[in-house]
Nanobody
Framework: DVQLVESGGGLVQPGGSLRLACVAS????????IGWFRQAPGKEREGILC????????YYEDSMKGRFTASNDNVKNTVYLQMNNLKPEDTAVYYC????????????????????WGQGTQVTVSS
């Protein structure tokens, strides 16, 4: 099984930035997708973006594009979520998830398609 661990969450003031990390135990294939999600209290989990290794592309949910970006360190099997200009409504538990193979083309996989999930990391945006 693939194990995913998120880190980098914490308390940040509005307008601040955080970089979250998702570390995977291993990738046995170049065909996979890593997705970032978040869930605020009392709300449904929502997708932020996903990284498709086979397509070499990052796909963003429309509401997230502009403040959220992805990067990676292949040597460390890590995918990062850079969050800028954070707002109080960004307060949530942030999760990463993986699926292999990535059978979705041109967009992120549906949430139900992801095979493995991390434990989540709390992000609180407040002054």
């Amino acid at each position: 099984d693939v194990q995913l661990v998120e880190s980098g969450g914490g308390l940040v003031q509005p307008g601040g930035s955080l970089r979250l990390a998702c570390v995977a135990s291993r990738f046995t294939s170049d065909d996979y997708a890593i997705g970032w999600f978040r869930q605020a209290p009392g709300k449904e989990r929502e997708g932020i973006l996903c990284v498709s290794s086979s397509e070499g592309t990052v796909y963003y949910e429309d509401s997230m594009k502009g403040r959220f970006t992805a990067s990676n360190d292949n040597v460390k099997n890590t995918v990062y979520l850079q969050m800028n200009n954070l707002k109080p409504e960004d307060t949530a538990v942030y999760y990463c998830a993986s699926v292999t193979p990535d059978t979705t083309y041109g967009s992120c996989p549906d949430e139900i398609e992801y095979d493995h999930w991390g434990q989540g990391t709390q992000v609180t945006v407040s002054s």
